[in-house]
């Protein structure tokens, strides 16, 4: 007998990616462009896109922010660094990092916020990577090149990202069940209880914390003499 599990996954996904679309995807971008002057996009392209790709992408009918990012543009919908991101392929781990040093601009894709400081580095951060999206198109080639290919390239970035998010959470509701498991183990020596943490009185009359934590889950810490744990 056959026991295929139901695709409620993919149901979850199918929602975020509609909503996901509207904020960071091409047709995000494309509300963007509405709002904007042509002109002042064609400007800032020219400041920044090598001229070549340019010229690759406009041969093929395709505009120059459908693969570099502009300071308008980001200001407009400061969510659209997510798209050129999972356009070129990062994940945010590996994206917003000290090393790249465009940590700082991680609320933007987050929260949609894009502060005073932030807008002023706008220009220089576009030019940094504008030659990531030239290194992009070049490996394409200009035989594949399609809108519909740089929207397929988003998404194959992005289905980790939803991927990892799912498990996360599938983590956090198994931690929660194994917490209430060992509250219920404790219950008798519990001095006081909240939400993400319980303090117990063992055998020899210590205090012992029995806490959520990032990295174990559950940490349990024996208080040795005042503020000293093992």
């Known amino acids: 007998m056959y026991k295929i599990p139901p695709s409620d996954l993919q149901v979850d996904f199918s929602v975020a990616l509609a909503e996901i679309r509207t904020r960071y995807l091409q047709d995000a971008l494309s509300e963007a462009i509405k709002s ?21 992408l406009a041969g093929h009918g395709l505009r120059g922010e459908l693969v570099f990012p502009v300071p308008a543009l980001l200001e407009t919908n ?8 999972l356009l070129y392929g990062f ?27 932030n807008k002023g580095e706008l220009p220089t951060l576009c030019e940094a990577m504008a030659p990531a999206g030239d290194a992009l198109l070049d490996g394409i080639g200009p035989k594949r090149l399609t809108r519909e290919l740089l929207d397929d390239l988003t998404l194959l970035t992005l289905g980790p990202q939803l991927r990892g ?5 599938k983590g956090v509701a198994g931690i929660i069940k194994v ?4 509250h219920d183990i404790v219950k008798g020596a519990v001095i ?10 063992n055998a020899a009359g ?25």
């Open 192 to 201: 006081k209880a909240e939400p993400s943490r319980i303090e117990i009185q």
């Open 91 to 117: 994940s945010q781990k590996e994206f917003y990092t000290s090393e790249t040093g465009v940590s700082r601009f991680q609320s933007m894709e987050k929260k949609g916020i894009l502060t005073p400081v």
């Open 78 to 85: 400061p969510q659209l660094l997510a798209y050129y991101r």
């Open 206 to 230: 210590r205090t012992v914390l029995i806490e959520f934590a990032p990295d174990p889950d559950i940490i349990i810490r024996e208080e040795m003499v005042s503020g000293d744990y093992r």
């Open 165 to 169: 998010g799912a498990n996360v959470r």
């Open 179 to 182: 917490f209430d498991a060992i």
């Open 36 to 56: 904007l002057d042509i002109a002042t996009i064609d400007g800032q392209l020219a400041a920044t896109a090598p001229p070549k790709s340019l010229s690759a």
